[in-house]
Each structure stands twice: as C-alpha cells, then as structure tokens.
C-alpha cells in the first residue's frame, strides 16, 4: 500500500500565504512525480503543480507566480507554497504521487484533501 497524509490548509485573507505538505509512505521504491491538483464545488478536479523525480515542475496558469511546487526526495514530501492567495483558489486540493512499489509495480496514489479557504 501507499498511503499519501497531507496537511497545511486552513482559511486565509485574500493576499496571504499558506504551504501545504505531503508525505508519501508505503511500499514504496521510488517517487516519479508529485502533484497538487485542486477541486472547488460544482468544478471538475484540476491539476495546480506538479514535480517529477528531477526536479522540473509545471504549473496552471492561474497560479503561475504565485505558487511554487517542491520536494524532498529523502522524506517523501511534497510541498507547496502558495503566495498572494484570492479567493478563486479556494478549493479542496489534492496530493497525488506516482510511485513505483517495492514490488515492481506502478501506482498512483492519492491523499484524503485538505481544504483551502481563502476570505476576508
């Protein structure tokens, strides 16, 4: 199994700044990519960031700029810090790893959500 446990949401004023978290544990081998991916309600879930094993990144256009996308590869962490929030970036967001397992195999991997509220 591969179990994703993030952390780091909360509500905050539009202008403010917040860093989720994302640790990855299990059976795991190694970590291809990490990425964010957010849901608001009545929205399709959408992808914010997202960093493979090298360390290149790419992000949504809506948050180019603002957020920045890392990771520790010796913890199994991503992160991301997110700057100069609005209020449209309020949503549900989502860890997801893509991860090659002790046993050979390849898996995708999600984390429970972590609510991001942001509001005066």
């Known amino acids: 199994q591969v179990q994703l446990v993030e952390s780091g949401g909360g509500l905050v004023q539009p202008g403010g700044s917040l860093r989720l978290s994302c640790a990855a544990s299990g059976i795991i081998s190694s970590i291809y990519s990490m990425g964010w991916y957010r849901q608001a309600p009545g929205k399709q879930r959408e992808l914010v960031a997202v960093?493979?094993?090298?360390?290149?990144?790419n992000y949504a256009d809506s948050v180019k700029g603002r957020f920045t996308i890392s990771r520790d590869n010796a913890k199994n962490t991503a992160y991301l810090q997110m700057n100069s929030l609005k209020p449209e970036d309020t949503a549900v967001y989502y860890c997801?790893?893509?991860?090659?397992?002790?046993?050979?195999?390849?898996?995708?991997?999600w984390g429970q959500g972590t609510q991001v509220t942001v509001s005066s």
């Open positions: 960093i493979n094993s090298g360390g290149s990144t």
């Open positions: 997801n790893a893509d991860v090659w397992t002790v046993v050979g195999g390849r898996v995708g991997s």
